[in-house]
């Protein structure tokens, strides 16, 4: 059996999902333990719970285990502290969890979960981690470690001055996460912590694939983004995607039906991911730009959330009337569509008529736009996003950028010039002919005997081998036992 540990968080869960499915392809059991949040905390996590719901429901044959909520008397008020707090003082149950069973093959960790390691180890347990973003990311990350040791000062004053790691393209301090540009925070500290606790793990599982970042599996691989130890072996196994799923209902949803009476490659697809959501004001932005670049759109609008810093909370249906301009559906009945909070969006990206995606750059979205061969404007929100926007658009080239994500706003002139830049001109061309490599080595890496169909195999033989040595290790303790136990009745 294969236990697999996730945190709550949309983007992590499927991810995991999907490798779980991998591995029961293989014939291999698997369990995911997930985390329930303590009562003092229940907010940060409503969002996921459903989800969690949702995906064990839509997955018969994948056994959630649900770990029982630590105690958390005072939570940490940061939200992103209260998860990694949540994440470690869970070890204690996932232990307890690992020992009940009768045999585990694998502790696979999401990067969140690197306190528990020490699980991993008090059960004799193999640990790996599978890393749900890009290997550009992973990259970096393992290096920041090394950064910070060798330099003074925090990233949050350094402004746009790029830094420089192993395998990725320069990357501006001002588009690392917030959560390691001040190293007096208690957040950095603890992200640099975690990090330089992965080469710890047996290995690597990364949801990439080798054509997409070659230069960072490369260096990853050689150990550069590690100066000091080993760097455990990494495996780029994806793109490792969810297929896709329908309205609740069971029906095909509205968008899709509109999408099919649109000529191929006309559409502009604008989704921010599960949380991602911008301002009344930027609405308003988006909204003028749309209408006049002339172009067909089809737009997922979520309502702002009431406090940016409480993205993660469930929000209210959107008032479509309230928030975009006076007219603006009137105006654009016959030219776009606008759906509410959420819509198909792997269905959508693979679909015809779609011809370029607006999005925050989080992995999952990039990798289903990369394996559906569309186009990205690049509009980075929080996280690592604004580093996978720089892999995107300065590494593989797979996007443009909206100038403005870091500013204030983004203003409609803007939104209106790279709409039409990538549907109209040759910039938009050289675009869709890389893209449609991207997709197809996707697709070639996913086939028997692609990168990532071997490298999954790889991992496997590792496994096997892990538990070969774990069993002689066994024997060899009994018959030591035995004949000391020989020795002791003469």
């Not at 990853?220 to 969810?242: F, H, N, S």
């Not at 209106?416 to 869709?432: H, N």
């Not at 066994?474 to 136990?485: D, P």
Request: aromatic share 8%; hydrophobic share 40%; proline share 8%.
């Amino acid at each position: 059996m294969v236990v697999l540990h996730a945190c709550l968080g949309v983007g992590h869960l499927i991810p995991m999902v999907e490798l779980a499915k991998l591995l029961l392809r293989r014939g291999l059991a698997v369990v995911i333990a997930v985390p329930t949040p303590p009562a003092s905390t229940a907010d940060f996590f409503s969002s996921s719970a459903p989800v969690v719901d949702r995906m064990a429901a839509a997955n018969p044959s994948i056994s959630f285990h649900h770990l029982p909520p630590p105690e958390y008397p005072d939570p940490d008020p940061d939200a992103f502290l209260q998860m990694l707090d949540t994440m470690r003082l869970t070890v204690p149950p996932l232990l307890s969890f690992l020992r009940s069973l009768p045999s585990v093959a694998a502790l696979v960790l999401d990067l969140f979960c690197v306190d528990a390691l020490y699980a991993a180890t008090a059960a004799g347990v193999p640990a790996y981690f599978y890393y749900t973003s890009s290997a550009g990311d992973l990259a970096a990350f393992l290096h920041l470690p090394h950064h910070f040791a060798t330099t003074e000062g925090s990233l949050k004053d350094m402004g746009k001055t790029p830094l420089r790691f192993p395998g990725v393209p320069p990357i501006p301090a001002s588009d690392m996460p917030l959560t390691v540009r001040d190293r007096a925070d208690r957040t950095c500290a603890t992200r640099l912590g975690h990090y330089g606790r992965i080469p710890e793990a047996r290995g690597i599982l990364i949801n990439s694939y080798e054509w997409l970042e070659a230069r960072s599996v490369r260096a990853l691989r050689e150990g550069a983004c590690i100066p000091d130890r080993p760097t455990p072996p990494v495996y780029c196994i994806g793109p490792l995607m969810a297929k896709g799923e329908e309205a609740a209902n069971g029906e095909r949803h509205a968008c899709l039906s509109w999408r099919d009476a649109q000529p191929e490659r006309s559409v502009v697809f604008l989704c921010f991911g599960s949380l991602g959501a911008v301002s009344v004001k930027q609405l308003k932005e988006i909204a003028r730009g749309l209408e006049n670049s002339g172009h067909r759109f089809l737009w997922v609008v979520r309502s702002p959330p009431q406090d940016p810093a409480k993205f993660f909370l469930p929000r209210p249906e959107p008032d479509l009337g309230m928030l975009l301009p006076e007219g603006f559906m009137e105006r654009t009945r016959d030219m776009g569509m606008v759906v509410t909070s959420w819509a198909p969006q792997v269905e959508v990206l693979r679909h015809a008529a779609t011809g370029a995606f607006v999005t925050h750059c989080g992995w999952n979205s990039v990798l289903e736009a990369a394996s559906a061969g569309v186009p990205m404007l690049c509009w980075p929100q929080y996280a690592e996003q604004r580093m996978n926007k720089v892999l995107l658009v300065d590494g593989v080239q797979l996007g443009m950028v909206m100038d403005g994500y870091d500013e204030e706003l983004v203003k409609a002139e803007e939104v209106e010039k790279k709409v039409r830049l990538v549907m109209e001109f040759e910039e938009g061309k050289k675009l869709r002919d890389r893209l449609t490599m991207a997709k197809e080595m996707a697709a070639k890496a996913l086939a028997d005997g692609g990168s990532s169909s071997l490298a999954f195999t790889e991992f496997l033989k590792d496994l096997n081998f892990g538990n070969t040595t774990k069993e002689k290790a066994l024997k060899t303790n009994i018959e030591q036992c035995k004949r000391s136990s020989t020795k002791d009745e003469h």
